[in-house]
């Protein structure tokens, strides 16, 4: 893990900034994705009690800005996390070639030039979607859960450890049978 922590350092580091307005933009979504059910709750338990249609107006207003808000960081969030990725694998793509060009030609000899292209290119372009997805999804997914699970905790702590235990028994399921993925997808790289 701590390859892939320091690949992407590397080649994140240059774009600090565009990576920290990514950091704000899921941060953002999240945090609304988790507060927009609180006001729906709120509208639901006032409309039920007859309450002022002013405040109902308020709520039904704050829901649709914050939604508006909420899918437009989401859209931030994506076009930069596959504008990032697509950086910084081009700048992994251009050291590749530096490096491939660097070899003597014994090493050219022994190699196809469609391996090598494969090596230079299709590998890079796996390595683009765990920048430009996997991270951002698997990280949103993570502090979604946890948000989620502190907002259930703050509900009713009952369900909120009944879904703490079953989030943890699927994370240890998922982690015990990862290896299930390895070896077919190491077959058909090998056959590409």
């Not at 090596?119 to 946890?146: K, M």
Request: proline share 2%.
């Amino acid at each position: 893990m701590s390859s892939y922590v320091s690949l992407l350092a590397r080649y994140l580091r240059p774009q600090a900034h565009r990576v920290g307005i990514l950091g704000v933009c899921l941060l953002g979504s999240f945090g609304l994705q988790l507060y927009i059910p609180q006001i729906i709750r709120s509208f639901i338990d006032l409309a039920a009690a007859s309450g002022a249609i002013n405040q109902l107006v308020r709520l039904a207003l704050t829901y649709f800005c914050l939604s508006v808000l909420n899918q437009i960081l989401s859209a931030c969030s994506t076009y930069l996390s596959a504008n990032i990725g697509w950086t910084a694998t081009n700048a992994l793509r251009a050291d590749l070639f530096r490096h491939t060009l660097a070899l003597d030609m014994a090493y050219h000899k022994d190699r196809m030039p469609g391996e090598m292209i494969e090596r230079i290119d299709g590998d890079v372009t796996s390595i683009s979607n765990f920048f430009s997805q996997f991270v951002v999804r698997v990280s949103g997914a993570v502090l979604l859960t946890a948000g989620v699970l502190v907002m259930l905790w703050r509900e009713n702590w009952l369900v909120g450890l009944v879904l703490t235990v079953f989030t943890i028994i699927a994370l240890v399921i998922l982690h015990w049978r990862r290896e299930i993925a390895v070896e077919p997808t190491q077959q058909e790289r090998e056959l590409t």
